[in-house]
């Protein structure tokens, strides 16, 4: 959340929002207008569940991300753990795409996925973390990289795939987003109070994590406005606590 900045007044999508927790926190937030969309039935369902025991005003919508037409252009479009989903260039633009439709020029995209830079073949083991990584074949453009999970009597595992740094940048480039920016994770200083810096150090020294921001593009601007950055960091707080709390 540390990434999205000030939401006050701000028209929000939330793309692959899930059951809605972070889009829930976005309207807390001070967003005045939030709309959830997630491909899957049941996430919407659990979402709108939780909107009539709690209403907040957010509307949620069942749609691919791919194919997304959303009436209006949004201040800001956010996005946790989606773009690792496609499986090849064309899926990856087709997101890009449908990311740019639903902003406003210079509205900003931030979103928080698997690490197109990290080298999944000689990646550390994150069992401490509560999961690994695995590279299921050739280490090469598309290859599926399965996450597993591990609760406290039980393990699931997440089919992600491996699209570069790159990649991403051209297909963001191609879709009308510039000052694109890539974000290393942060340790949160509840991660610190909890366990301290040293156990964190393979994951940030690894990070298999990595966050993006860029702008739709809007007026000109001078070129150096138009800078690649990669030295900033992403607050991991929610990704910490939200998915790696029970392997504490």
């Known amino acids: 959340m540390g990434l999205i900045g000030g939401l006050s007044g701000k028209t929000v999508v939330d793309l692959a929002c899930g059951e809605g927790f972070y889009t829930r926190l976005i309207r807390q937030q001070g967003a005045a207008k939030v709309v959830g969309v997630d491909l899957s039935e049941r996430m919407i369902e659990l979402a709108r569940e939780q909107e009539a025991e709690q209403r907040l005003g957010i509307e949620y919508v069942i749609g691919d991300v791919r194919q997304l037409e959303l009436k209006g252009e949004y201040d800001l479009a956010v996005a946790a753990y989606l773009m690792n989903y496609a499986r090849d260039r064309d899926e990856l633009g087709a997101m890009c795409d449908a990311i740019a439709r639903c902003l406003r020029p210079e509205g900003r995209f931030v979103t928080v ?136």
Request: glycine residues 8%; hydrophobic residues 30%.
């Open 113 to 248: 996925n698997s690490s197109s830079a990290l080298d999944y073949p000689t990646a550390p083991s994150y069992r401490k973390y509560g999961f690994e990584t695995h590279v299921l074949g050739e280490f090469r453009e598309g290859v599926p990289i399965t996450w597993t999970f591990f609760l406290e009597d039980d393990a699931f595992e997440i089919e992600n795939y491996f699209l570069d740094v790159s990649l991403h940048e051209e297909m963001l480039q191609s879709a009308g987003f510039q000052a694109i920016r890539w974000h290393r994770p942060k340790l949160s200083p509840e991660g610190e109070a909890t366990h301290g810096v040293d156990f964190w150090k393979c994951f940030l020294d690894h990070p298999p994590i990595i966050g993006i921001e860029c702008l739709k593009q809007g007026p000109r601007r001078s070129q150096s406005e138009h800078k690649h950055h990669q030295d900033g960091v992403f607050d991991g707080r929610g990704f910490f606590t939200r998915r790696f709390s029970q392997s504490s």
